[in-house]
């Protein structure tokens, strides 16, 4: 169920509907698919490279591909997927234009969380000539997998250099308290945020 979820995933929950297709870029252990499968009918794969995150998957009953995401996605055909997720990875990806638009031709709905490097804290450790470390950033510089660190204002104009539109977005703190607010103003006040797009060539 989605209460045993983590903050950013039972959001990511809430955007699926019952019965869709989903696919799963980075799912770690299948929190998100197995919440989907059980409380909602949704069918799906989860995409996985981390050999232990896939064994403790696999015993949890969800499919899965054992593959890096962007040779995944090269190989999934056009619209296979209702809903395409990518929580907390895009960060990660040597190459997130090409992720993001082979997810745009895999998938009908796109969701993406992402932290925000560009949070009033972060540029605070900057100021003092540190590099930021925060709940959403926990590694320092040394041993981080992330490697694309990105603002939302720079993310959201990538969106729209790729097509993407947003339908909804969703920004929280490092607590997980959602915040309300429109506009650009969670670029200093947000910890993350969490994207529901649509590709402009495929809306309803």
């Given at each position: ?9 039972a ?6 509907a019952?019965g ?7 799912c ?20 996985e ?14 499919p ?11 190989d999934l ?15 990660t ?25 560009a ?10 000539g ?7 950033l ?13 603002t939302?204002a720079d ?24 915040l ?7 670029n200093l ?16």
């Amino acid at each position: 169920m989605s209460e045993f979820l983590r903050p950013d995933l039972a959001l990511v929950s809430e955007q699926i509907a019952a019965g869709a297709r989903v696919l799963d870029l980075g799912c770690g252990q299948g929190d998100l698919l197995r919440s989907l499968m059980d409380a909602k009918g949704c069918t799906g794969t989860g995409v996985e490279i981390n050999p232990d995150a896939v064994l403790a998957a696999i015993r949890r009953g969800v499919p899965l591909l054992e593959r890096d995401i962007p040779e995944a996605l090269d190989d999934l055909g056009d619209r296979s997927y209702d809903t395409v997720v990518l929580s907390r990875t895009l960060q990660t990806m040597l190459e997130p234009a090409r992720v993001l638009s082979g997810m745009a031709r895999v998938g009908r709905q796109l969701i993406v969380s992402v932290p925000n490097f560009a949070f009033y804290r972060n540029r605070l450790r900057l100021i003092r000539g540190r590099m930021p470390m925060s709940k959403e950033l926990p590694y320092p510089w040394y041993a981080t997998p992330n490697i694309r660190f990105t603002t939302l204002a720079d993310l959201e104009d990538l969106f729209a250099e790729l097509g993407l539109t947003i339908e909804r977005r969703f920004t929280y703190t490092l607590t997980g308290r959602r915040l309300r607010m429109h506009g650009r103003a969670a670029n200093l006040l947000a910890g993350a945020a969490v994207y529901v797009l649509c590709p402009r060539d495929h809306r309803p």
